[in-house]
């Protein structure tokens, strides 16, 4: 197991250069000029070249790069242009909002994409048919509008739930639980419809394997077959498809974030974004892909465990 693990950590070095090297060079091709913004239009010109010179922003992009870098590898993310707060301050301080939506959407696409997937596999023909037509719905509409969708419902008409703000678990845990009700739903849906379909084929395929047939014949219990056999048997697809959702959940906070006024990763980003604040878009690319990372190890630490060949690979 240590060496899958220790083999993954060492690819994820080259990755994690590329995806900051790229980002630097997109963002700076971003109109604006982060020196004017924060001087306005009444400094001088001789303010405004000082201020440039102090940013490094009057050296060529591969400069600006190197000398980025260099501090990243001395653990320093460096500090927003408009604020001047730490950036690893600023994401320590996002970064449980945004893993609270992404695990929670992907805890809740799990458990009810499986139960959904494996009632379909196990019910007649025209259930299969209106599952599919409802999981083609449920992958097709963006999850922006379900959020919009959930809080015209469950925040303005029936005000259950809030409908923006974020309070931190230290504070109240039943605020907390209540303001993520609705982002966590809104992100899970799309993940419900495409884990249950997967489920649901795979299930279809193991149930139809000699040794479930045995197993029948020996008399042992439909639930103990399909939750304890033959769902074991789908383990591979199924850990797969719930690692590529929680993938996609971490770009698709980002606008749950916005809809719903949470102080994460996602709001971040686009902040940042508009003022051309490039060390806070950096640190939080470098974020977003460390995490895709640890996900993407995540799953070759399951599969180790589903399927012991995957060790001597």
Request: aromatic share 8%; proline share 5%.
């Amino acid at each position: 197991m240590l060496p899958i693990i220790l083999r993954r950590l060492a690819l994820s070095v080259p990755l994690l250069v590329i995806v900051s090297a790229i980002t630097f060079v997109l963002e700076s091709f971003v109109p604006g000029d982060p020196a004017r913004t924060l001087l306005g239009i009444n400094a001088t010109q001789e303010q405004y070249d000082a201020l440039r010179a102090a940013m490094h922003l009057d050296q060529p992009v591969a400069v600006q790069y190197w000398l980025y870098l260099r501090d990243l590898l001395q653990g320093d993310l460096g500090s927003s242009l408009f604020s001047g707060e730490s950036v690893l301050g600023l994401i320590g301080q996002r970064l449980p909002v945004t893993l609270a939506l992404v695990t929670g959407g992907t805890v809740l696409a799990t458990i009810v994409g499986v139960v959904l997937g494996v009632y379909s596999a196990t019910r007649g023909r025209f259930s299969r048919r209106a599952f599919d037509i409802l999981s083609l719905l449920g992958s097709a509409v963006p999850n922006f509008w379900i959020a919009l969708l959930l809080v015209a419902v469950f925040a303005v008409k029936f005000a259950v739930f809030p409908a923006t703000g974020y309070t931190p678990f230290t504070e109240s845990p039943g605020q907390w639980a209540a303001g993520l009700v609705l982002p966590v739903i809104s992100l899970a849906i799309g993940g419900v419809a495409f884990i249950s379909k997967v489920t649901r084929d795979a299930m279809l395929s193991t149930l139809s394997l000699d040794h479930i047939r045995t197993l029948r014949a020996s008399g042992i219990r439909p639930a103990s077959i399909i939750w304890k056999h033959a769902l074991r048997g789908c383990g591979l697809p199924v850990v797969t498809t719930i690692g590529l959702m929680m993938i996609t959940f971490i770009p698709g906070t980002i606008l749950v974030e916005n809809v719903f006024t949470l102080p994460g990763l996602g709001t971040t980003v686009v902040d940042a974004t508009n003022q051309h604040d490039l060390p806070v878009v950096q640190g939080l690319t470098i974020t977003f892909t460390v995490m895709v990372i640890v996900v993407n190890l995540l799953v070759d630490i399951l599969y180790s465990f589903l399927n012991p060949k995957v060790r001597t690979e």
